[in-house]
């Protein structure tokens, strides 16, 4: 079954330590996305890709970078964590052309201590 | 960068009465979406909007896309606990497939 993969689904981080969030595809979508959740702001977009070796940054981009190594596979890296970086994380896999809906993981919650 | 709003943040109702969430941006939408989501898992597409005017019923939901894009809602008929959750509305910018997500409805459902 086509899915969408996220993990650690639990992270604990320490301020100023690396952290990567792992996400892999099987839908063999081209497009893929890292968005973040937080309590009033919904779901805002901090990287995507088109595809393997792209990135492109979304609307919240600052402190956070990503890897696209293949067409499966997403990382979204925060390579100094910060407190307010505290968060859930969802990874989803979507399509284009047309009008194809996303596809999400189950979700990534990290605390920066 | 486009935005959605969304009413009403919390809703409270008892089992068997209907909701309706809606959803309004100053700008248009050449798709939108409504997504659900429950505590511990990703949203899930409930229903796709593409057309001007359009509206599209599926059991005991209808939802309806505004004449000028700007505008949707979403009918739910007699609530039941398993549709408690956060209700999202979400547009496609067509350019370069990104979603903007409303803040979204939390709805509860009290049986």
């Known amino acids: 079954e086509a899915a969408v993969t996220q993990s650690p689904r639990n992270k604990v981080a320490v301020t100023g330590g690396k952290v990567t969030l792992s996400c892999n595809q099987t839908n063999n979508h081209n497009n893929m996305y890292w968005y973040r959740q937080d309590t009033g702001h919904g779901l805002r977009l901090i990287h995507y890709s088109y595809g393997a070796g792209s990135t492109e940054k979304g609307d919240i981009p600052d402190g956070y970078k990503a890897s696209r190594p293949s067409q499966e596979n997403f990382s979204l890296i925060l390579e100094l964590a910060t407190p307010s970086q505290t968060s859930v994380y969802f990874c989803?896999?979507?399509?284009?052309?047309?009008?194809?809906?996303?596809?999400f993981g189950s979700g990534t919650r990290l605390l920066v201590i | 960068t486009q935005r959605l709003e969304q009413s009403p943040r919390f809703l409270s109702i008892q089992e068997g009465q209907d909701f309706t969430a809606r959803c309004s941006s100053s700008t248009t939408f050449p798709q939108l979406y409504w997504y659900r989501q429950v505590p511990r898992e990703g949203p899930v597409i409930l229903v796709t909007l593409v057309k001007s005017g359009e509206v599209k019923e599926q059991r005991r939901m209808t939802a309806k896309f505004g004449e000028a894009r700007k505008n949707s809602s979403l009918f739910i008929a007699r609530a039941q606990p398993g549709d408690a959750g956060i209700y999202f509305c979400?547009?496609?910018?067509?350019?370069?497939?990104?979603?903007?997500f409303g803040q979204g409805t939390v709805l509860s459902v009290i049986p």
């Open positions: 979400t547009g496609k910018n067509g350019g370069n497939n990104k979603l903007t």
């Open positions: 989803a896999s979507g399509d284009a052309p047309g009008i194809s809906d996303y596809t």
